[in-house]
C-alpha cells in the first residue's frame, strides 16, 4: 500500500509536467489533454484531472482563458512565467536523475529484494 502511495505521487509529478509542458506550447483545454495524457497511458477522469488544473491555476503555473467554442465556454490553460521557470528546473532535474538512475541497471533481482523489504 505505502508503495501503491509512492507511485501514484510520482505518476502525479510526472502529469504536473506532462501539463506544463503541453500548456507551454499551446494553449490547452481539459479534454484535449485528457486525450494527450492517455497516449502516454495516463487515464484520468474529469474529476481528477480539473483539481490539478486548478490547482495548478491557483498556484501561479498556469493562466485560464475562457473562450467560447462551438456556443459553449471552454476553458484553455497556457504556462505562465513561472509555469515555464519551474518547467525549466523539472527538466534539468530529471535528466540529473535520468543521467543517474542510467549508470547502473536495475535488474529484476533488485527489484524482488527491494520488494522483501518493504513486506
Known amino acids: 500500500m505505502v508503495r501503491d502511495i ?10 504536473k509536467i506532462h501539463i506544463l509542458y503541453h500548456a507551454s506550447q499551446e494553449p490547452i483545454y481539459g479534454l484535449d ?12 477522469s474529469p474529476g481528477t484531472l ?19 467554442v462551438g456556443g459553449k465556454v471552454r476553458k484553455y490553460y497556457i504556462a505562465t512565467r513561472q509555469g515555464k521557470a519551474a518547467l525549466a528546473e523539472a527538466y534539468t532535474k530529471a535528466r540529473e536523475l535520468l543521467d543517474e538512475i542510467s549508470q547502473g541497471e536495475i535488474t529484476q533481482t533488485d527489484r524482488k529484494e527491494d520488494n522483501e523489504w518493504n513486506t
Open 50 to 68: 480539473y483539481p490539478i488544473l486548478h490547482k495548478l491555476e491557483k498556484q501561479g503555473y498556469l493562466q485560464a482563458q475562457r473562450q467560447v
Open 33 to 44: 489533454l485528457m486525450r494527450e495524457l492517455e497516449t502516454h497511458s495516463y487515464k484520468l
Open 6 to 15: 509512492m507511485i501514484r505521487d510520482f505518476f502525479l509529478g510526472f502529469i
